[in-house]
Antibody, heavy 122, light 106 residues
Framework: QVTLKESGPGILQPSQTLSLTCTFS??????????VGWIRQPSGKGLEWLAN???????YYNPSLKNRLTISKDTSNNQAFLKITNVDTADTATYYC??????????????WGPGTMVTVSS | DTVLTQSPALAVSPGERVTISCRAS??????MHWYQQKPGQQPKLLIY???NLESGVPARFSGSGSGTDFTLTIDPVEADDTATYFC?????????FGGGTKLELK
């Protein structure tokens, strides 16, 4: 059974660094083809892909935020991480992590965590 | 970035057939996927690769299309299908999502 769960600070101040953890079970990030992605959703709005990390430690970032994002993983502890530097109120959202599987020249998110709400406020 | 355009809302009666459309600003081949999101919940994968039904998803859901025009069909619609449906492409970088279609049952 595949499960993922996000954890984060809940609230932080503008200019701080947001650190998020995704703890998962039911699969391994050392398995060929496996990946974990981060997606966020402001309240009442749409979804925005942020970053992905793959079994071979390959990393992809959304260019619109690339210089602020760092994704990493701890394979032995079944965790993936995302850091966003210099946050502001526009980063207020629910942050999801999701297992990512490859298809025929595409990839998709087949299992999602319940999300963690992050509020940026002074 | 590839822009995905969805109609914002639809209202149908239980038992009817509904089609939810998603149009891409450029070709995404078959790299289109569909998710269902109920209020307060995370998205759930329904269809991947334009037409492949995710395991465990009822056969009432189906997907079609390629290139720039895609459709998610629910037939017949049930009361539990009240949700927002998002399309997402991963053929072009970066992956992008549509704005979502809110499905309401009459």
């Amino acid at each position: 059974q595949v499960t993922l769960k996000e954890s984060g600070p809940g609230i932080l101040q503008p200019s701080q660094t947001l650190s998020l953890t995704c703890t998962f079970s039911g699969f391994s990030l050392s398995t060929y083809g496996m990946g974990v992605g981060w997606i966020r959703q402001p309240s009442g709005k749409g979804l925005e892909w942020l970053a992905n990390i793959w079994w071979d430690d390959d990393k992809y970032y959304n260019p619109s935020l690339k210089n602020r994002l760092t994704i990493s993983k701890d394979t032995s502890n079944n965790q993936a991480f995302l850091k966003i530097t210099n946050v502001d109120t526009a980063d207020t959202a629910t942050y999801y992590c999701a297992r990512t599987l490859p298809g025929d020249s595409y990839w998709y998110f087949d299992f999602w965590g319940p999300g963690t709400m992050v509020t940026v406020s002074s | 970035d590839t822009v995905l355009t969805q109609s914002p809302a639809l209202a149908v009666s239980p038992g009817e057939r509904v089609t939810i459309s998603c149009r891409a600003s450029e070709s995404v081949s078959t790299g289109m996927h569909w998710y269902q999101q109920k209020p307060g919940q995370q998205p759930k994968l329904l269809i991947y690769g334009a037409s492949n039904l995710e395991s465990g998803v009822p056969a009432r859901f189906s997907g079609s299309g390629s290139g720039t025009d895609f459709t998610l069909t629910i037939d017949p619609v049930e009361a539990d299908d009240t949700a927002t449906y998002f399309c997402q492409q991963s053929w072009n970088d970066p992956p992008t999502f549509g704005g979502g279609t809110k499905l309401e049952l009459k």
